[in-house]
């Protein structure tokens, strides 16, 4: 394989995006670990073919010009605009028919979910289920509710999320399932304030919880809520 280029190329075209986009956070975008990013960066470590096609496809470049082409001679002519802001890849599962599933984070899982939720044997191991009222064209994952600050709903619920590409397009005062670096997995009314100040403010249904801004590079990932269950008749 030939990788003469390639070290440098990751390197250049990450440092290229609009948001000067770190290795850990490209890493999160393309479910790989960091570890394994900065290796191929350094040139410790060739990459595998399933590594080059997440590379090739999340760049908008081929592989042969990956490998091949050095592309910092030829950046003006070879490379598209790029923004990590509105391009985001996703790890997800499907069964036996093609259908994506539902995965389901149990409670055992939530406190894990920051780090894993970009790794294939992370995600292959959640438990799966099929909702048919919900649309097939889009992609879902359910998650535990816990606490008390997103009421009617009372912890042991399952909320239902579906993932949202571009955060830009996010409306103020809607329910998201946020996944953030320092918090986890948080339910919250969000408002949208990402373009002109590169934060979402976080608002709970509770009172007694204070809003609070999250930096958009501290988000990992954003479902918006679309139902949810309890076995409990709420009170």
């Known amino acids: 394989m030939k990788t003469s280029f390639f070290a440098q190329n990751l390197a250049f075209l990450r440092n290229q995006l609009t948001d000067k986009t770190s290795q850990q956070r490209l890493a999160d975008l393309l479910g790989i670990k960091k570890s394994t990013l ?50 985001r890849v996703i790890v997800t599962t499907v069964n036996s028919e093609g259908q994506e599933n539902i995965e389901f984070v149990p409670v055992r899982a939530l406190g894990g979910y920051a780090e894993g939720y970009g790794d294939v044997e992370f995600v292959q191991k959640l438990p799966v289920f099929q909702m048919p009222f919900l649309s097939k064209e889009r992609k879902y994952r359910a998650f535990p509710y816990e606490g008390d600050s997103m009421p009617p709903l009372r912890s042991g619920a399952v909320v239902f999320g579906e993932y949202v590409e571009n955060w830009q397009h996010i409306k103020n005062g809607i329910l998201c399932i946020v996944v953030t670096i320092d918090e986890g997995v948080v339910l919250k009314k969000v408002f949208n304030y990402l373009e002109d100040k590169g934060v979402l403010v976080l608002k709970s249904l509770n009172e007694r919880y204070a809003p609070y801004p999250v930096r958009g590079e501290d988000i990992l990932e954003i479902w918006q809520f679309v139902g949810y269950f309890d076995e409990r008749f709420p009170e």
């Open 38 to 87: 900065a290796a191929y960066e350094a040139a410790r470590s060739e990459p595998s073919f399933a590594d080059l096609v997440r590379f090739a496809t999340f760049f908008k470049v081929t592989i042969d010009t990956l490998l091949t082409v050095d592309l910092r001679l030829n950046a003006a002519s070879t490379l598209p605009p790029r923004t990590v802001a509105t391009e």
